[in-house]
Nanobody
Framework: QVQLVESGVGLVQPGGSLRLSCAAS????????MKWYRQAPGKQRELVAG???????NYADSVKGRFTISRDNAKKMVYLQMNSLKSEDTAVYYC?????????WGQGTQVTVSS
């Protein structure tokens, strides 16, 4: 059974930083690409960042240069380091993996950027 558990919920001031973590219970975790999505109120869920098994990364244009995705295969963890946060980064953030044709999601973690 696949489980993804995010942590790192927080209220951060504009310009601040926050690190999100995702713990994955996946066999052979290291071979799967992992992704972070987010969904702001009234908006569609959007891809924020992804990391392949070879650690190639991709980012949404809106977060390039500010966010960094990384993974620790030994711990089966994925991280999203978020710097220079803006109010428009406020959203629920979700960890995601596509596994054998099915997409799995964590429960989401709220990030609020506000002064």
């Amino acid at each position: 059974q696949v489980q993804l558990v995010e942590s790192g919920v927080g209220l951060v001031q504009p310009g601040g930083s926050l690190r999100l973590s995702c713990a994955a219970s996946i066999s052979s975790f290291s071979i799967y690409a992992m992704k972070w999505y987010r969904q702001a109120p009234g908006k569609q869920r959007e891809l924020v960042a992804g990391i392949t098994r070879l650690r190639s990364t991709n980012y949404a244009d809106s977060v390039k240069g500010r966010f960094t995705i990384s993974r620790d295969n030994a711990k089966k963890m994925v991280y999203l380091q978020m710097n220079s946060l803006k109010s428009e980064d406020t959203a629920v953030y979700y960890c995601n993996v596509d596994l054998l044709g099915q997409s799995y999601w964590g429960q989401g973690t709220q990030v609020t950027v506000s002064s």
